[in-house]
């Protein structure tokens, strides 16, 4: 059974969450408080969340960067072709990401000063697999063009977020760029 349910406001959608069963939460990533509550919500149920963000605005990319979610959509482009692809992603384990989205956080974040020493080291292959993630690569793309298969580059993503210690592959970027783990 496929349904969508609009909520009024985040009392209504933790409660929709912990009765209903649902497979993606659109959030509204406008108050970090309750998107963090909903999210969290979400996750113990399994479901997946995307944020929706207002705009591509240097506060909002920068607040985007500390949520836990499995994808973002702006607003301005959320469309049925967009909701469909975001959906599509999630579905096969990538993040729903818009590309200039990505492009504005990494901007961004190079923008903010030098780079901090990090204490985690990564394998070449492990840059290589960041590299391609900072690109927007989904894992049937980075398994493509390392040569291996989507379940190989799934588990190189999945141990590379443990290292990192990162809850979704934007932030594990977001936190690389600062860090210093990938330049240019």
Known sequence: MNFVHGCADFREA??????????VALISA?????????????????????????????DVVAQAA??????????????PQNLEDALLRLQRGDMALPSSLAR??????????????????????????????AEGMSNKQVGRRLGISAHGAKRHVANLLAKLNCPNRTLAVAYAIRDGLLTS
């Open 66 to 79: 500390t949520l836990s979610a499995d994808g973002f959509l702006l607003e301005s482009a959320v469309d």
């Open 30 to 58: 406008d108050e970090l408080a309750e998107f963090e509550q909903i999210s969290s919500v979400a996750a113990k149920r399994g479901v997946k969340t995307v944020a929706l963000l207002r705009d591509a605005s240097d």
């Open 104 to 133: 504005k956080l990494i901007t961004e974040l190079r923008r903010r000063g030098q780079p901090r020493t990090s204490s985690v080291r990564l394998t070449p292959r492990e840059r290589q697999v960041l590299g391609l993630l």
């Open 14 to 23: 933790v409660t929709l969450l912990e009765n209903r069963p649902f497979d």
